[in-house]
């Protein structure tokens, strides 16, 4: 079985601060980690993803997250938040090679001028 | 390339009425996703589809939901009668199938039920 949580429903950080959001999963199999953004009134939209290798993963709008494997976690995090990054997002995990994913409650970053 | 569409953004109804949403994947993808995304929550899978056949509908209330996928393209999702629980945004995605794992989302079908 598998799980995801997140931290935090709720996240804000000033205009140029360190943006870090939480997620720890549970999974039995080697996992497919993920982190989706959504946009009001907009569908979920890929930031990054963890399937094998590096462990440090790279996505767009300068965002990144570390798999630890020791730690099950999966963190999201961007140097320095923009106002255009406020927004939900969500973690998600899945054995690997399917798409059977489960996804966290979700993080909402609210961005401060 | 065009992305995932999904058709009404928006509906309401009364309990007990029925209601359809379509949805119509990124062409050549083979596998087809309903999602149930209430508000505060994270999507649920109600729904999955390889080509027309169903892989995986563990998750949705076959007494009143339903859905097809007739000729392995676009794919409708029905509740009928609709419950003030089923209020949420329903969302349609998909995926080539292999290799990446990532899903492409629509933009969703917002219900309220009354």
């Known amino acids: 079985a598998q799980s995801v949580t997140q931290l935090g429903s709720h996240v804000s950080v000033s205009e140029g601060a360190l943006v870090l959001l939480r997620c720890n999963y549970s999974s039995s199999v080697p996992p497919y980690l993920f982190w989706y953004v959504q946009y009001p009134n907009q569908g979920l939209q890929l930031l990054l993803k963890?399937?094998?290798?590096?462990?440090l993963v790279k996505g767009i709008n300068g965002f990144e997250a570390e798999f630890k494997k020791s730690e099950t976690s999966f963190h999201l995090t961007k140097p320095s938040a923009h106002m255009s990054d406020a927004a939900e997002y969500f973690c998600?995990?899945?054995?690997?090679?399917?798409?059977?994913?489960?996804f966290g409650t979700g993080t909402r970053l609210k961005v401060l001028a | 390339e065009a992305g995932v569409a999904q058709s009404p953004r928006y509906k309401i109804i009364e309990k007990r009425q029925s209601v359809a949403f379509w949805c119509n994947p990124i062409?050549?993808?083979?596998?087809l996703y309903w999602y149930q995304q209430i508000l505060g929550q994270g999507p649920k899978l109600l729904i999955q589809?390889?080509?027309?056949?169903?892989?995986?509908d563990s998750q949705l209330p076959k007494d009143r939901f339903s859905a097809e996928r007739l000729k392995g393209v676009d794919s409708t999702l029905k509740i009928q009668p609709a419950k003030l629980e089923d209020s949420a945004v329903y969302l349609c995605?998909?995926?080539?199938?292999?290799?990446?794992?990532?899903?492409?989302f629509g933009e969703g079908s917002r219900l309220t039920v009354l």
């Open positions: 062409s050549g993808h083979a596998t």
């Open positions: 995605a998909s995926s080539p199938g292999t290799g990446t794992g990532e899903l492409f």
């Open positions: 963890y399937t094998t290798g590096a462990t």
């Open positions: 589809f390889q080509n027309n056949g169903v892989v995986d």
């Open positions: 998600a995990v899945g054995p690997s090679g399917t798409y059977k994913y489960i």
